[in-house]
């Protein structure tokens, strides 16, 4: 069966350093990966996509990497700040093509 | 610029009681989705409509209904609530229907409890 994994545990790290998040999947051949923030009783925000013939993709303090043969995508912050803590999703389209399934997220912590 | 808009907030129920979720988008999107969020299940597809006039189930489509009023309104409708569908719904929109390589804009949520 498909399934996203991301570490259902927290992620705690001082302000300062580089938060790493990890997004592995199985029986996947998506073409693209998106990443999303959620805070506390918020809906989640979209911040990255990227395309399977992409390895690397940085946007401000982000970047995501895209390894389609071990199936798995890294998310970092760099120079992590407080305000960085919430929870981060992945997401990916099935193989069918016609929904996006999302994964359980990481909490992240960043502690001043 | 208001993005996504859910109503209600929050709401409780009780079993057997109906409902509509409402949403609307002002960025003139065309297609429109509807999640569940639960805990250690993440986000899960009730129903999307792709564009105006055509909806289709997700992967938890059972026990709920959709209409695509318009271009900006997509609402979800409970006909006999169950326990079993007390979560946090969300309403999400995206310019066009691509599964994978569209950005999806959220609203913050419906907060169901069923009694």
């Known amino acids: 069966s498909q399934k996203i994994e991301q570490n259902s545990e927290a992620l705690n790290i001082q302000e300062g350093k580089t938060a790493t998040l990890t997004c592995n999947y199985t029986?996947?051949?998506?073409?693209?990966l998106q990443w999303y923030r959620q805070d506390p009783g918020r809906g989640p925000v979209f911040l990255l996509l990227i395309r399977e013939n992409e390895k690397e993709k940085r946007k401000e303090r982000l970047k995501v990497t895209f390894d389609t043969t071990l199936k798995q995508s890294l998310f970092h912050i760099t120079a992590s700040q407080p305000a960085d803590s919430a929870t981060y999703l992945c997401?990916?389209?099935?193989?069918?093509?016609?929904?996006?399934?999302f994964g359980g997220g990481t909490r992240l912590m960043v502690k001043p | 610029n208001a993005g996504v808009t859910q109503t209600p907030k929050f709401q409780v129920l009780k079993t057997g009681q109906s409902m509509t979720l409402q949403c609307a988008q002002d960025m003139n999107h065309n297609s429109m989705y509807w999640y569940r969020q639960d805990p250690g299940m993440g986000l899960r597809l009730i129903y999307y409509s792709a564009s105006e006039g055509t909806t289709d189930k997700g992967e938890v489509p059972n026990g709920y209904n959709v209409s695509r009023l318009n271009k900006r309104e997509f609402s979800l409708r409970l006909e006999s609530a169950a326990p079993s569908q007390t979560s946090v719904y969300f309403c999400a929109s995206s310019a066009v229907y691509r599964a994978g390589n569209q950005p999806q804009h959220f609203g913050d949520g419906t907060r169901l409890s069923i009694l």
């Open positions: 029986n996947y051949s998506p073409a693209y």
């Open positions: 997401a990916l389209p099935n193989n069918a093509g016609n929904m996006l399934t």
